[in-house]
């Protein structure tokens, strides 16, 4: 599946900003989808992930309660709306699609991946 991410961006610390991922290609919505983030000089982290249709999430604790993660399967499109974000959320944000269709939090359960959206959080 080929995916496109859009919506990042240049915010101030307390600010929101909402990522869109769109799909084609594959059966986008027998599929597990998620976000991850990398800082530069960093790993690739785990953020979000969605299960199938939507029903269960799961977060890093360094987003959870901030970040909400969602998607819409007949527009093919998973979203990440960030709120009160902090300088330290600063990072290119990667959309990936599971082979599987329950939420994943690991990176080798990802098998398709977007080029990326950068993210930068100013204080």
């Known amino acids: 599946v080929q995916l496109v991410e859009s919506g990042g961006g240049l915010v101030q610390a307390g600010g929101s900003l909402r990522l869109s991922c769109a799909a084609s290609?594959?059966?986008?919505?027998?599929?597990?989808m998620g976000w991850f983030r990398q800082a530069p000089g960093k790993e690739r982290d785990f953020v979000a992930t969605?299960?199938?249709?939507?029903?269960?999430?799961a977060y890093a604790d360094s987003v959870k309660g901030r970040f909400t993660i969602s998607r819409d399967n007949a527009k093919k499109t998973v979203y990440l709306q960030m709120n009160s974000l902090k300088p330290e959320d600063t990072a290119v944000y990667y959309c990936?699609?599971?082979?599987?269709?329950?939420?994943?939090?690991?990176?080798?359960?990802?098998?398709?991946w977007g080029q990326g959206t950068q993210v930068t959080v100013s204080s």
């Open positions: 969605v299960n199938w249709i939507g029903s269960s999430t």
């Open positions: 290609g594959r059966t986008f919505s027998s599929h597990a």
């Open positions: 990936a699609s599971s082979s599987t269709a329950t939420g994943a939090t690991r990176r080798w359960e990802y098998i398709d």
